[in-house]
């Protein structure tokens, strides 16, 4: 019975870890938070000042930007993908620094 609950501890532990694209993921989200910012608060003025459906929309792309996969994050912002770039570069000097600081 003890062996069973380590095997499902274990398992579950393993489960639950992140990976290493997870903390880069995250650093990216990171650097590329104020441009989403920045892009939705734009978005929603022009939407206030010519009510056209079309800014709103994309105010709502940039405001929810960093709860897409990370596919799309790729696909629909360049931005992202060179901040992504970047924390790699970052992650492969000091793996176990930038699992502290974006875990």
């Known amino acids: 019975m003890k062996k069973l609950l380590l095997i499902i501890f ?8 992140k990976s290493d ?14 441009y989403w910012q920045e892009q939705y608060l734009a978005n ?3 939407y206030e000042r010519s009510k056209l459906s079309f ?8 405001k929810n930007a960093n709860k897409l996969d990370l596919d799309k ?14 924390c790699e570069e970052e992650f492969k000097k000091n ?8 875990g």
């Not at 274990?10 to 870890?17: H, Q």
């Open 10 to 17: 274990f398992s579950f532990l393993i489960g639950c870890s």
């Open 21 to 34: 694209q997870d903390f880069v993921e995250s650093c990216a989200d990171n650097k590329t938070y104020g």
């Open 44 to 46: 929603m003025k022009r």
């Open 55 to 62: 800014y709103k929309k994309q105010a709502k792309r940039f």
């Open 73 to 86: 994050k790729f696909l629909y912002y360049s931005r992202y993908h060179n901040n992504f770039k970047k």
């Open 95 to 102: 793996p176990i620094y930038f699992k502290e600081r974006y």
